[in-house]
């Protein structure tokens, strides 16, 4: 089959004679494409993540779906109970999820009003701290939330600015001195107070776990691997 004929089948009607040179340079002129494209990859974290949230939203739909089923079946025993949709059904599920919120967050502030300074924060949840002052534990909790006010009062008077190391002739030597007398406290002084970055954490002396004071104010107990990752970044 010749072009022309091509062109005759596909179109209609015959091409222009302007059309086959440039068809034809285009052709004897092309580069050669290289495969390949920009692939996004989600990191590990991301995609751990984001199967966790698919999970409970699967699992939020089903529950939905079986609230639908059991409502109606006891609005089908009782005539004064409405028959729901499926979407009345998810309207349920929200609100109710709501109030569970709400009453699991009064709960959690009675208990920190009943037993003040009796939890401590690991990770994004709370424990009960088993580490009374005089402990060794203990101690070293204490001495952190000393040094966390001397900075805190320290940047207050300082334009929000903390000492730039702890050779800072304005904030005492003394007070980067860590309580088993071996050693000061590792400090890194920030750029700017904003997130949730490491300024102060025990030297190795104090153990495999070691508090941590963030420059959001949180004191937070973390491992050796834990602090090694989060230092590397």
Request: glycine share 8%; aromatic share 10%; with cysteine.
């Amino acid at each position: 089959m010749t072009l022309d004929s091509y062109f005759d089948m596909r179109t209609g009607r015959r091409p222009s004679r302007t059309v086959l040179p440039v068809v034809i340079v285009l052709t004897a002129t092309a580069l050669p494409v290289r495969a390949g494209m920009t692939v996004l990859v989600l990191s590990d974290l991301a995609q751990a993540r984001l199967e966790a949230i698919s999970f409970f939203a699967a699992g939020y739909l089903l529950l939905a779906w079986v609230v639908k089923g059991l409502w109606n079946v006891l609005a089908g025993a009782f005539s004064s109970l409405p028959r729901i949709s499926y979407r009345a059904s998810l309207s349920l599920m929200l609100v109710s999820g709501l109030l569970m919120y709400v009453v699991l967050t009064m709960i959690s502030g009675a208990r920190e009003l009943m037993t003040p300074g009796a939890w401590e924060k690991q990770g994004i949840g709370y424990q009960l701290r088993n580490d009374p002052p005089g402990s060794p534990k203990g101690d070293r909790l204490l001495a952190m939330e000393s040094l966390k006010t001397r900075l805190w009062t320290f940047a207050g008077g300082n334009q929000g600015k903390f000492p730039v190391s702890i050779f800072d002739p304005a904030f005492p030597r003394k007070n980067w001195m860590h309580p088993n007398g071996d050693a000061f406290y590792c400090y890194l002084p920030p750029s700017e107070v904003a997130g949730r970055e490491i300024l102060v954490y025990e030297p190795a002396t104090a153990g495999p776990q070691r508090y941590v004071l963030l420059s959001d104010g949180a004191i937070e107990q973390w491992n050796e691997r834990k602090l090694k990752d989060q230092l590397s970044r």
